[in-house]
């Protein structure tokens, strides 16, 4: 199935804009993919949980408690990647590391590259971004009348949207002072490991607040 990923991205970052809850912004982003690319399956995405958030904000905040950087980080990389958690079957996670270096270009993420804090709870496990990846590549009925996978055209868009408007709303309920450290100021950003990604603003000791 083919979906204008360029397009898919500028509505993410439009919608992270608009600062409204995940599920609001999920089920918005499903509305747009499946207007631009129709396809049944965009149905099995919106009954997903978005707004259950408390299982991935007991994660995050787990590594900054047990296990808190020992320099000062100036970038914080939400990275989205797909591990095979079974050793066959590939899901969608998303995982968290730090960086002494940010560099606030929306085109280069090279700083986030050999992190210095790379904690062993680092990683989400988290079961809908699972459910996302698995709901995207389900295998068809065996019937000429189904159609086949979302594939990619489901995972790209709804796995950074969700990586994104989840962690942005994480970092409002999270207090600053956990995630700073021993600095005062962090850049954050969300993306895929090996592809596009989005800078969701600065930590400050006031919370999130924009690059500029």
Known sequence: MDL???????????ELA???PVEESM???????????PHPDWELFRGLPYAELDPLRAWLERPFREEPSAVPLHGLWFGLF????DGRNAVADLYVCGS???????TDNEWAVGPDWWPEARYAESTLLAEIYRRAYRVARQDRCSPE?????????LVLGYGAFAVRELLAQVEPSLLLGRTDSVGVAVGFDSGDFVLLGRIVPDGLAPLA
């Not at 089920?27 to 690319?37: K, T």
Request: aromatic fraction near 8%; proline fraction near 11%.
């Open 4 to 14: 204008n990923l360029a397009e898919a991205f500028g509505w993410i970052t439009a």
């Open 18 to 20: 608009r600062h409204r």
């Open 27 to 37: 089920h918005a982003l499903i509305d747009q993919c499946a207007v631009a690319c």
């Open 82 to 85: 797909n591990p095979c958690p």
């Open 100 to 106: 002494e270096r940010f560099d606030p270009d929306p």
């Open 149 to 157: 996978s979302l594939g990619n055209a489901a995972e790209y868009p």
